[in-house]
């Protein structure tokens, strides 16, 4: 089964809207964390946002917040006010197990963003 | 399948010595590959940029005499560290981007390297 689900393979947005990317996760771990990345053009990935197990609050970074729904094992990423360097891949990915375990990330399929001007 | 193949995927080495990790674009040439360091709670971390033919541009803080990168041919890239140290124990993960426009690029399986 697939760890990590990312069921949009592309979307637009319009410049200045906000927009929601989809993230499902499949764990048995109780502790785990889930992270995005944007990956531009120019290949290297670049860390977004990370939201722990136990993190009872939703993470935000700026422009970035993570939309963490447990129950339903959910991670989605909403880009607030999308600007036209937003357009890239994005990743989630998974690390299950205590963050002192030195367990390997995961990653979805991606989700290629395009945003119009 | 693979586009992508690092090796090995497992390593344990005394401190001290030195190790090789390959990554290998299997089915496309890239021209620019990444070597990521994964931390536990910080994720991946960008180490370096490796150009084909080039030296590899580094990140601040990464140490260019103890984590060597060669990018020899259009397929190959190797990240050597050297004078392993226990606490360079960690995930190393690279990336390899294939070289035609709008083509992204693609990981490795990850190297988990234990220095004891």
């Known amino acids: 089964a697939q760890k990590i689900t990312q069921t949009q393979p592309g979307m637009f947005v319009q410049e200045k809207e906000a927009v929601t990317l989809d993230c499902t996760y499949d764990?048995?771990?109780?502790?785990?964390?889930l992270f995005w990345y944007k990956q531009p053009s120019s290949g290297e990935m670049i860390f977004l946002i990370y939201?722990?197990?136990?993190?009872?609050q939703n993470a935000t970074e700026g422009r970035y917040s993570l939309n963490f729904q447990k129950a339903r094992k959910s991670a989605n990423l909403v880009i607030s006010a999308s600007q036209l360097g937003d357009s890239a891949m994005y990743f989630c990915?998974?690390?299950?197990?205590?963050?002192?375990?030195?367990?390997?990330?995961?990653f979805g399929g991606g989700t290629r963003l395009m945003v119009k001007p | 399948g693979a586009v992508v193949s690092q090796h090995p995927s497992r390593v344990i080495c005394k401190s001290g010595t030195s190790v090789k990790i390959e990554c290998r674009s299997l089915?496309?040439?890239?021209?620019?590959m990444f070597w990521y360091r994964q931390f536990p709670k910080q994720s991946l971390m960008l180490m370096a940029t490796?150009?084909?033919?080039?030296?590899?541009?580094?990140e601040q803080g990464v140490e260019k005499d103890k984590f060597l990168i060669n990018h020899a041919s259009l397929t190959l890239s190797t990240l050597t560290v050297t004078s392993a140290h226990p606490e360079d124990s960690s995930f190393y993960i690279c990336?390899?981007?294939?070289?035609?426009?709008?083509?992204?690029?693609?990981f490795g399986q990850g190297t988990r390297l234990t220095v004891v």
């Open positions: 089915d496309f040439q890239a021209t620019t």
């Open positions: 939201q722990g197990s136990y993190d009872e």
């Open positions: 990336s390899a981007r294939d070289y035609r426009p709008g083509r992204r690029a693609f």
């Open positions: 764990t048995s771990d109780q502790s785990y964390g």
């Open positions: 990915a998974m690390r299950e197990g205590l963050w002192n375990a030195g367990n390997m990330l995961t």
């Open positions: 490796s150009n084909e033919g080039s030296k590899a541009t580094y």
